[in-house]
């Protein structure tokens, strides 16, 4: 018994029907499923039983329905308990289609067949379901064990013109002759291709053993469309910035260099006229003093040259003429100047720290040449710190210019 209520439901025999349940069983002959049913029960129709086929006491089922098989025995065509013979009468040719209109589905006359929703008859929790997959068997439209899905690309990379082999899709054109999967590929353990499928005119599996690259291959990204600033352009542009800063230095440092060269020459010179006996001499306080003053300018200069042109327009002059910007990560919009400032500093405050054994230096050298070790973005320590990236521009490119909110208040007047 089943708690199903009563109602019209799609019959499980011939889903392109429907008939009425009644909480314990199929009444009433099928209707089209898209047709409207009836309120409530089928009308019950009147039975004309042939002479002969109905006696009193016997099975209404069976005199409904002539060749139907009465509670407790089998039914026509299928063979009786215990035996492998073939039941009496096996349908004929001409037999009515139980899908075909006035045919009754089996649903009404075999007890124990699947109500709306139920389980499918002999089938245990865990077991395949009559058509549904075997053990080690996909789906219908599934993937094959350890392989793709059925109309999904070939391992290795899709194929060209959306050819897939095996696909439940249309046909489509064969791959141009000569192709095959890029070389050292090599399918999944498990995997075999649709049954059926052919490969491509002229390919070739590769030979056991060969070292395969596709996981090692790193495809180049694009931040928010651009390539990748090259290494030798960034050179490039760096070498143009320390040169403009080299120019402010000889306006502005000019006379403290000038003095510590004051203080030091008298040093120098005594060291090279006699390199073997001389004495080094330790640098007067004072020129301790000028270098570290020096330094203190050389880095304000270089903040004053680079931090505000990078914050709002993304380009200092060498990066302006290699054709190269700084953008953020998450979108195209100015990085600003606390970012900018982020970035300067991971290698401009190093400076100062140059007379400390040149510290300073070899840590400005190492930040510099961290791109070289970030494939993927190629990314400096410095741009890490504040989550940016170096694109090169294409030619001719103009940052676009957004309207004003609120449209032109003017009135047309200029």
Do not use: C
Request: glycine share 14%.
């Amino acid at each position: 018994m089943t708690s199903l209520p009563a109602g019209w439901y799609k019959d499980p025999a011939d889903p392109s029907t429907q008939r009425w349940w009644d909480g314990e069983g199929w009444v009433g002959r099928p209707i089209p499923a898209d047709a409207v049913p009836p309120d409530g029960p089928p009308p019950e129709e009147p039975t004309s039983p042939a002479p002969g086929t109905a006696t009193p006491g016997a099975s209404t089922l069976g005199a409904a329905h002539p060749g139907a098989a009465a509670p407790g025995q089998p039914a026509p065509g299928v063979p009786a308990p215990g035996t492998n013979a073939p039941g009496p009468n096996p349908p004929g040719p001409n037999a009515p289609d139980a899908a075909s209109p006035g045919a009754v589905p089996p649903s009404a006359t075999h007890p124990g067949l699947p109500y709306p929703g139920g389980p499918q008859p002999g089938v245990q929790p865990g077991m395949p379901y009559p058509g549904g997959p075997q053990s080690g068997v996909p789906y219908p439209g599934g993937p094959y064990p350890g392989g793709p899905y059925p109309g999904g690309p070939y391992p290795g990379g899709p194929y060209p013109g959306g050819f897939h082999p095996g696909g439940n899709g249309p046909a489509a054109p064969a791959p141009p002759s000569g192709w095959g999967p890029p070389p050292g590929w090599h399918p999944p353990p498990g995997w075999q291709p649709p049954p059926g499928w052919q490969p491509p005119p002229g390919w070739q599996p590769p030979a056991p053993g060969t070292p395969g690259y596709s996981w090692a291959y790193i495809p180049q990204l694009r931040p928010h469309g651009f390539a990748l600033a090259g290494f030798g352009r960034r050179l490039v542009a760096r070498f143009v910035d320390i040169f403009m800063v080299l120019l402010l230095n000889i306006a502005v440092n000019g006379w403290f260099a000038y003095q510590w060269w004051l203080e030091v020459e008298p040093i120098l010179r005594a060291a090279m006229t006699d390199p073997v006996h001389a004495t080094p001499q330790p640098a007067s306080l004072r020129a301790s003093y000028l270098m570290f003053t020096i330094l203190i300018i050389a880095t304000a200069l270089w903040f004053a040259y680079e931090v505000p042109a990078t914050a709002n327009r993304g380009q200092t002059l060498g990066k302006r003429l290699m054709q190269v910007k700084v953008f953020p990560m998450e979108n195209t919009e100015q990085i600003g100047f606390g970012r900018s400032f982020r970035r300067w500093a991971r290698l401009g405050l190093w400076t100062p720290f140059w007379t400390f054994w040149g510290l300073g230096l070899v840590l400005q050298f190492i930040d510099s040449a961290s791109p070289l070790f970030d494939p993927r973005l190629r990314q400096a320590l410095h741009d890490k710190s504040a989550q940016t990236v170096v694109v090169a521009l294409p030619a001719g490119y103009r940052r676009p210019v957004e309207a004003a909110d609120g449209g032109d208040h003017s009135g047309g007047e200029k």
